[in-house]
């Protein structure tokens, strides 16, 4: 009989300056680019910074994959890519293992497949059950004119746009009301907006993740408990997606999945759920 050879693949640490390596990791991730948005957001500025970017090559050292390490919160976080190869899977996650993390969250877009597989691995602490959300401009532009909240001035609230040397008023605002997923970097995309009250203090704050070539991701919407239940969140929305879209051609977000008064808010603004989304808590 002859005897089938294994297919051995190499994983290797690509650096930001090789240009050409990243620009095929992007034009990969591009083939499935809404299931890859984590991926692509890690790839493009400002996350690719702080982002580790690996490769997977095949025996004649092509590259057939690639999945990124974004090492800005408490917990490294991995943009797996999608793919149903397991074979690309298995490498990504014995190099992961033989890694000197102790704790990762993992993003799973649409391979849902991929958290049970992931229990080959890893000890799950946890997995968040999430949707992904997206909005295209167009569809955007026509939902947009029925949309008239009342306006802040009325109710002694201003609703700011962020600049960079803003930062530390924001970490402050986010410490106050325990967000984790908050990056001074995320500030240079330039989306991010907050609300004050006549005290100047900040009740409410929003922006984004990360942003890739075509899109943007909402995150970070958060209000201050004290001043819930007066329209501020869907003030923050409004403004960040309208920003997100005067510039890029999606806006997406991902949301929990009993969180049914956010994704009432999300689709009265033309959102619409793309795909399921597992964000596991693994211990290595």
């Known amino acids: 009989m002859r005897r089938v050879r294994q297919m051995v693949l190499q994983i290797r640490p690509i650096a930001i300056t090789e240009n050409s390596l990243i ?5 990969l991730a591009m083939q499935r680019k809404l299931e890859n948005i984590v991926l692509l957001g890690d790839l493009h500025q400002p996350c690719l910074q702080i982002s580790d970017i690996y490769g ?13 390490v974004f090492k800005a919160f408490s917990n490294p976080s991995i943009a797996l890519p999608f793919t149903s190869s397991k074979k690309i899977i298995d490498a990504i996650f014995s190099f992961l293992k033989k890694s000197n993390y102790s704790v990762l969250w993992i993003v799973v877009v649409g391979n849902e497949w991929l958290s049970h597989y992931a229990k080959k691995y890893f000890k799950i602490d946890s997995i968040s059950d999430e949707l992904m959300m997206v909005l295209p401009q167009e569809v955007f532009k026509k939902k947009k004119q029925s949309i008239i909240p009342i306006p802040l001035t009325q109710r002694n609230y201003i609703l700011i746009k962020a600049k960079k ?5 924001i970490e402050r605002f986010y410490n106050t009301v325990g967000v984790q997923l908050w ?10 907006y907050y609300i004050a009250n006549d005290q100047e203090d900040v009740v409410a704050c929003g922006g984004t993740h990360f942003e890739t070539n075509f899109s943007a991701q909402l995150g970070n919407i958060y209000v201050h408990p004290d001043f819930r239940r007066q329209g501020l969140g869907e003030q923050l929305v409004l403004a960040v997606t309208r ?5 890029k051609k999606l806006a997406t977000l991902f949301v929990a999945k009993n969180n049914h008064a956010a994704i009432s808010l ?3 603004l033309g959102f619409f759920v793309y795909a399921p989304v597992k964000i596991l808590s693994v211990r290595l």
């Open 23 to 27: 620009k095929t990791a992007i034009e």
């Open 243 to 247: 920003e997100i879209l005067s510039r």
């Open 183 to 192: 990056h001074p970097i995320q500030l240079e995309s330039g989306f991010y």
């Open 266 to 268: 999300y689709k009265k």
């Open 56 to 68: 997977v090559f095949d025996q004649k050292n092509r590259m057939i994959s690639s999945f990124s």
């Open 165 to 169: 040397d803003d930062s530390n008023v």
